[in-house]
């Protein structure tokens, strides 16, 4: 099995795993993804950065036999997440003398999922750096990227910065290194989007860190090494950026046809203002497409019938994942068309619970097919959308 080589002594011994279809069995996956793992043999120690995926253990084994690797000195844990910590017991039982370091919180949860004992590990604080001799390995804990228990990893002679998922992308079609070929922005979004965006409010702080420190490259635990660390770190700023696109999401199903009317009488107003809206089926949404939408959108309308006073339940799911995703929106909308009685308004506001900092516009609920009266209240909410756009 081959191993490339990222600089003198450091080899990249992770594993593509292009046949996966979803991540977290609800994000569709293009073309898979990696478990990045990078093998720094210094003067006198040697240490390993991550594991893998446990499907893969033994190719990683096989990589570091290839290497002629007959000892690991540390094996750094940098997130306890088991696509990236799930090898650990196998690759302890393989290189017994070897110690994870790793900060307190990822040793505890990677102790719950893990058959690992207390001294199995070497506990580090922020700014602690251990030798290997003639290379250095220097730790920033950088909680929240995406668990409480993220830290990156420095190697100080080499400049290269190792983040743990923070900058990745699932990708596997790609060379080892990155620099500028923007065919990867998709790719790095969708993923941002996904696992990054809810935390989005924290990372102009880390951004700046990772500024400062200037690596020469920065190796994610998912997708390429960026050769040319602005590329993605350039990305992340407009990602994070409070700077919207002109744009508007609509989610929406509708039963007998009635609530479509309204999503297309508002579609018109709002498109004849030059504000390009972004339709999602509810009934077929892409959860991927739907949370990168959710990063450029200045806000998100709800189209819904009242199914027993409440949302459709094919709305449900892609307002469970608005919330959880905590995009920084500037407003919220809802319309929808009901029979005999509607409780809509109440219970969609409470599935949103987590988006503090975000208008809620006055919803505009119809009894049955929308009628002139009802036309002149979505004229109305047209113009309160439009004001916000044009601030
Ligand atoms: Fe790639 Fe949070 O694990």
Redesign the pocket.
Known sequence: MSVQKVVENVYAVGVKDPKRLLFDQLMPLEEGTSYNSYLIKGSEKIALIDTVYPPFEESIEEKLKNLHIDHIDYIIAN?G?Q??SGALPGLLKKYPKAKIVTNQKCKEITMGFLPLKDDDYIVVEDGDSISLGNKTLKFMLMPWV??PDTMFTFLKEDGILFTT?FF?AHATNFDLFWEDDPRLIPLAKAYYAE?MQPFARIFKKYISQVEELNPQMIAS??GPIYKKPSFIIDLYKKWTSENKKNQVIIVAVSMYGSTNLMVDYLTNILTEKGISVKYFDAVHFNATSLASELIDSMGLIIATPTVLTGPHPAVVMPIFLTNVLKPTLKYIALIGSYSWGTLVDKQVMNMLNNLKDVQILPPVLVKGTPKEADKLALDGLGEEIIAIHNK
């Open positions: 997130h997440e696509d990236h995406h668990w998922d990745g696992i635990s998912h």
